[in-house]
């Protein structure tokens, strides 16, 4: 079932994109080649390495709707941006069509940038948005991702039905303020920075009053982010009403961190992604909710425009760019 979906989501796509890659040479017909680079900033990360295989199911059912084929090759850089500098240069040396990267260090794709501008190779960055100015620097750099403060502000919104549904129940001190913690994903990172900000005001923006008791950097993992509760709760056994994770692995982190701990009365927990454990937690009553983050999606828009810059040099036509630069896929409320 899966695999009709992903077929007949691809047939109109196919289609305007182009007729057919095949060639004619004499009585025999000869395929195509696309050759796709892919290099990532981590393999330990859930939502990207959804988005890794996503952008690879669907590159394959293009070349088997178009009759093309389709080389990818994906590699990390386990978070090493010189590693990843190299990745890229190794590509394009190889003339890898074009190349997919998920940037270690979102303000230092100088070296990337230059490689490919001299070599005219498309570059699509995705899921770490690098600066605006950096992405203005050649004609063929675009951005595939999410914008942060969207997640941030649904966030806010899915703390704001809950207090308003049960205020009493949440505020455990009784005190009219709730006391929260923020885990942050990364340092210096947009989508942590915006997301954290925005889901607080959103919040504030409620008439909600708001102590922070911690906010702790947990670089999207679950382990640090457990590591960090735990701590926290060293100090607050009970005062933790809220939980505002920028994504759903430290989410799991914290939940796994407050169960160990033997908290009776959960705190309410939110984050961001979607992913499975998330949504069946949400199901159960443990987490309060997340937001999606569509990696299906990203990974179509970013395996279409990759094989549409390979065969004609150009976007999609039904791909609408932002700035002629930007793709942002919408997130949407999960609650349960």
């Known amino acids: ?20 890659c095949s060639v004619q040479k004499g009585d025999e017909e000869q395929k195509k080649t696309v050759r796709i680079g892919v290099t990532m900033y981590s ?17 394959q059912a293009y070349g088997k709707v178009l009759s093309c084929d389709v080389d990818c090759t994906v590699v990390y850089s386990n978070s090493n941006q010189l590693v990843q500098n190299d990745q890229v240069e190794d590509f394009i040396d190889k003339d890898y069509d ?22 005219d190779v498309p570059i699509i960055f995705f899921n770490r948005e690098l600066v605006e100015d950096d992405l203005k620097r050649f004609g063929k750099l675009y951005y595939v991702g999410a914008k942060p403060e969207e ?11 809950a207090l308003n549904e049960r205020f ?8 009219g303020v709730i006391q929260y913690v923020l885990l942050e994903g990364e340092a ?27 906010d702790e950097i947990a670089n999207w993992d679950r382990r640090q982010a457990q590591t960090k509760i735990t701590s926290l709760l060293q100090g607050y056994p009970r005062q933790i009403e809220l939980v505002l994770a920028n994504d759903d692995n ?3 982190g914290a939940l796994d961190a407050l169960i160990d701990f033997g908290v009776q009365k959960l705190p309410l927990i939110v984050g961001v992604n979607g992913q499975e454990e998330v949504i069946e937690d949400i199901s159960e ?20 425009m990759a094989v549409s810059l390979a065969l004609e040099d150009k976007i999609p036509d039904n791909i609408q760019l932002e700035e002629g630069k930007y793709y942002y896929v919408p997130y949407k409320k999960i609650e349960k």
């Open 188 to 214: 210096g990172h947009q989508d942590a920075i915006l997301r954290s900000r925005v889901s607080v005001d959103t919040i504030q923006a409620g008439d909600i009053r708001l102590e922070r008791l911690g």
């Open 285 to 304: 009553g443990l987490i309060e909710g997340t937001v999606l983050n569509n990696s299906k999606e990203k990974g179509k828009i970013i395996a279409h």
């Open 98 to 119: 074009v190349v997919c990267v998920n940037l270690v260090d979102r303000t230092d794709p100088s070296v990337i940038i230059e490689k490919a501008k001299s070599a």
């Open 1 to 20: 079932m899966k695999r009709c979906i992903i077929l007949a989501c691809i047939v109109f796509i196919a289609l305007s994109v182009l007729a057919g």
């Open 43 to 59: 393999e330990f990360d859930p939502f990207t390495e959804d988005i890794r295989k996503n952008i690879e199911e669907y590159l």
């Open 250 to 252: 430290m989410a799991l």
């Open 151 to 161: 997640s941030g502000r649904l966030q806010g919104e899915i703390v704001l039905d």
């Open 168 to 175: 009493e129940e949440i505020d455990v001190s009784g005190d």
